[in-house]
């Protein structure tokens, strides 16, 4: 079973930044892609971003040239570095793997209000 425990979220005014980080177990992460997701209220969860084991990331439109996925290794660690939020970018934040994702964690939640 994959275990993931995503942390980072909080309240921000638009233009700030923030960054996610989530913690995998129960995979052999370094041979996974890893992705960021997230939902927000009365719509479906979307692929925000993904980095596969080779490094290679790609992005929704909606956040290209905003958010980074970055990964390391070594700690079984995604993160996500999200710049110039906007109000759109509310929305509750998971990460899992980049293919069939499955196991979902409890997320952590992104408001970008003033």
């Known amino acids: 079973q994959v275990q993931l425990v995503e942390s980072g979220g909080g309240l921000v005014q638009p233009g700030g930044s923030l960054r996610l980080s989530c913690a995998a177990s129960g995979i052999i992460f370094s041979i996974n892609a890893m992705g960021w997701y997230r939902q927000a209220p009365g719509k479906e969860r979307e692929l925000v971003a993904r980095?596969?084991?080779?490094?290679?990331?790609n992005y929704a439109d909606s956040v290209k040239g905003r958010f980074t996925i970055s990964r390391d290794n070594a700690k079984n660690t995604v993160y996500l570095q999200m710049n110039s939020l906007k109000p759109e970018d509310t929305a509750l934040y998971y990460c899992n793997l980049g293919y069939n994702p499955r196991d979902w964690g409890q997320g952590t939640q992104v408001t970008v209000s003033s």
């Open positions: 980095i596969n084991r080779s490094g290679t990331t």
